[in-house]
């Protein structure tokens, strides 16, 4: 039984199944400019509003993640 687990975990982890953890930005009462990519393997945290500018583009890959704080700092 233990063996099988042991080679479950490693083709899980091998195929990426098992969800790597994500590196955080926190997006303070920014404005975005320029065309702008937000990547699925980044949790991004908004603080405050977040405005995309006239004109510019903001691109959210499938499966980010993106939080708001409920009372901005």
Same mark, same amino acid.
């Given at each position: 039984m233990k063996k099988t687990v042991l080679i479950l975990m490693t083709l @899980?982890?091998?195929? *990426?199944?098992?969800p790597v953890a994500a590196q955080q930005?926190?997006?303070t009462d920014a404005s975005i400019t320029g065309?702008?990519?937000w990547t699925a393997d980044t949790e991004y945290i908004?603080? *405050?509003?977040?405005?995309v500018e006239? *004109?510019?583009t903001l691109t959210i890959e499938a499966g980010?993640? @993106?939080?708001?704080l409920a009372t901005p700092t």
């Open positions: @899980i982890v091998a195929f *990426g199944i098992l930005v926190t997006v065309d702008t990519f908004l603080n *405050g509003n977040v405005y006239d *004109g510019e980010t993640v @993106i939080k708001a």
